[in-house]
Each structure stands twice: as C-alpha cells, then as structure tokens.
C-alpha cells in the first residue's frame, strides 16, 4: 500500500474546502442549484474520510517498520556493548552494518567514528564524522574529533575550519 504524501493530502483537503465553500455560497444565493448546508455537510464529511484513510495509512507504514527497529536496536545495543569493553573491531563491524550505505544511523555513526579513532584509522573516523555532522551539524565534541583526524592526516587548514566550528559552538 503506498501513502499520499501529507503535503498532497493538505492540499486536497483544502481544495476540497474551498470548492465546497464556494459551491455553497454560489448556492446560497441562489446561482447555482445546489443546498448550501448539504454541500457543505458533504464535503467534510469527504474532508473527515480522506484525512482518516490518510491517518490509517501512516500508522500501517510506520507500524510494518517497528520490527526492523527492534532489531536495530538489539544490534546497536550488542555493539554498544563490544565498545564498551574496548573490542573496537567487534564494534565497528555492527556500526558500520547499522549506519548503512548512506550513513544515516546517527548513534551507529558517531560509535564508528569512535571506533575508528581507537583504531588510528583517521581517514574513515574523518568520513564517519562527516556523515555524522551532516545529521547533526552543531555538535561540538564531533568538529574537535574532526580537528583531530584532519590533524593526524596534515589537512592543517581543514583542521583549523573545523576547530573554528567548534569553538563558534
């Protein structure tokens, strides 16, 4: 089943509002044969099915997700725990599962550019903290672990810019 997206449903809504206000009001005096109270009855009636039907469609989508989080979130809490108790290599293979081809899993992100830096690895924990600020571009403590691999990797100017960002913050 594929959803409308909200902004259409928003749109419709008021289409369908307006339509029916000016129907009514062309009815009510008397250009068009139509009952005003009747029109407007009918279209929020429309209004109150079409915002229902969209409702029950975003709780289906959402809901069908809700196993594929609990998994995540078992993973990320087995990693977690791997980091934890220093076995970074461990760690890092279950952030970088969970952070995905896109790098959108904030937390798992985050823990990998961690991993990373325990690692000495300073290219990946620089591409890790990249993908990370993308999400959340005003944490300071990940622009200083930028500073510091852009640092280790004699990227000098990139270093000082992300150390500026973080002092801004």
């Known amino acids: 089943m594929r959803m409308l997206p909200p902004k259409i449903v928003s749109i419709a809504i008021v289409v369908i509002f307006v339509g ?3 129907l009514s009001w062309l009815g009510g005096m008397g250009f068009i044969p139509v009952n005003p109270m009747m029109t407007l009855g009918l ?10 039907c969209s409702a029950i469609s975003m709780i289906a989508t959402y809901s069908r997700k809700i196993p594929e989080y609990g998994d995540m979130e ?7 725990s ?3 108790n220093e ?10 599962e969970l952070a995905g081809p896109r790098l959108n899993h904030k937390r798992a992100v985050y823990y990998g550019a961690r991993c990373y830096e ?16 993308e999400l959340k571009p005003k944490d300071k403590e990940v622009w200083e672990m930028l500073n510091r691999a852009h ?5 000098y100017e990139e270093a000082q810019e992300a150390l500026d960002r973080a002092s801004r913050l």
């Open 87 to 96: 076995e970074y290599e461990a760690a890092l293979e279950i952030f970088r």
């Open 20 to 22: 029916a206000v000016v």
């Open 82 to 84: 791997h980091y934890d």
């Open 74 to 80: 078992i993973r990320y809490e087995e990693a977690k």
């Open 151 to 155: 640092k280790k990797l004699f990227e």
């Open 118 to 133: 325990a690692q000495d690895d300073w290219e990946n924990m620089k591409i890790f903290c990249k993908a990370y600020l």
């Open 43 to 52: 279209s929020i009636m429309l209004i109150v099915i079409l915002v229902c």
